[in-house]
């Protein structure tokens, strides 16, 4: 959010898809920006979490409740003003380390147990389910994903799919030493 294009370009796509709801993660701008932001973007609500890694934003259409914010999951209860359904998202920005992340699938699997709505779950997990999302560098070892796939499981969630490249991270290294990877992706319950 730091550059006037990348601003630009995000209003672009809200306009293009008729966004009511975004979610920004690692804004690399101070909290006290969000409001300016928020304005910019042409939205009606926003916030940013205790770490400030993830910025939420939405428009008047959706009655937005920040439900729970921890400093790697925010969760909200949108509610279409429309038709009246509310539903569940949380936006992720996990730790790198897997040692960090085991907080974050504690607070999935505690909400996942508290709610009988439709919930979805968005974001940069940091971990990868299998092989076949990673491209360079030493072989993945699935016991890594294995915290990963047992939260998920616990909590009922699956992976929405995707369309585009088949990795949404790289480590922006010279050729030989690129690593690539899906970290970012979008779950559901049933």
Same mark, same amino acid.
């Given at each position: *959010?730091?550059?006037?294009?990348?601003?630009?370009?995000? !209003?672009?796509?809200? !306009?293009?898809?008729?966004?009511?709801?975004?979610? @920004?993660?690692?804004?690399?701008?101070?909290?006290?920006?969000?409001?300016?932001?928020?304005?910019?973007?042409?939205?009606?609500?926003?916030?940013?979490?205790?770490?400030?890694? @993830?910025?939420?934003? $939405?428009?008047?259409?959706?009655?937005?409740?920040?439900?729970?914010?921890?400093?790697? *999951?925010?969760?909200?209860?949108?509610?279409?003003?429309?038709?009246?359904?509310?539903?569940?998202?949380?936006?992720?920005?996990?730790?790198?380390?897997?040692?960090?992340?085991?907080?974050? $699938?504690?607070?999935?699997?505690?909400?996942?147990?508290?709610?009988?709505?439709? $919930?979805?779950?968005?974001?940069?997990?940091?971990?990868?389910?299998?092989?076949?999302?990673?491209?360079?560098?030493?072989?993945?070892?699935?016991?890594?994903?294995?915290?990963?796939?047992?939260?998920?499981?616990?909590?009922?969630?699956?992976? *929405?799919?995707?369309?585009?490249?088949?990795?949404? $991270?790289?480590?922006?290294?010279?050729?030989?030493?690129?690593?690539?990877?899906?970290?970012?992706?979008?779950?559901?319950?049933?």
């Amino acid at each position: *959010m730091k550059s006037q294009a990348a601003t630009e370009r995000l !209003n672009y796509l809200i !306009n293009l898809y008729k966004l009511s709801f975004i979610a @920004i993660q690692e804004p690399f701008v101070k909290e006290d920006k969000i409001d300016s932001f928020r304005v910019i973007l042409n939205m009606h609500g926003c916030f940013a979490n205790s770490s400030n890694k @993830i910025w939420i934003f $939405w428009k008047s259409s959706l009655n937005c409740n920040v439900y729970v914010s921890e400093d790697q *999951m925010v969760t909200c209860k949108l509610m279409d003003t429309t038709n009246n359904k509310d539903l569940f998202i949380s936006v992720v920005y996990a730790k790198s380390r897997s040692i960090g992340r085991e907080d974050l $699938w504690r607070y999935m699997r505690i909400f996942a147990s508290t709610i009988d709505h439709p $919930w979805a779950v968005c974001g940069d997990f940091n971990c990868i389910l299998k092989e076949e999302e990673k491209m360079g560098g030493k072989p993945h070892k699935l016991r890594k994903s294995i915290p990963f796939f047992e939260c998920l499981n616990d909590c009922g969630l699956s992976d *929405m799919g995707y369309s585009g490249s088949n990795f949404s $991270w790289c480590n922006e290294r010279k050729e030989q030493d690129t690593i690539w990877k899906r970290l970012d992706r979008m779950l559901a319950n049933e």
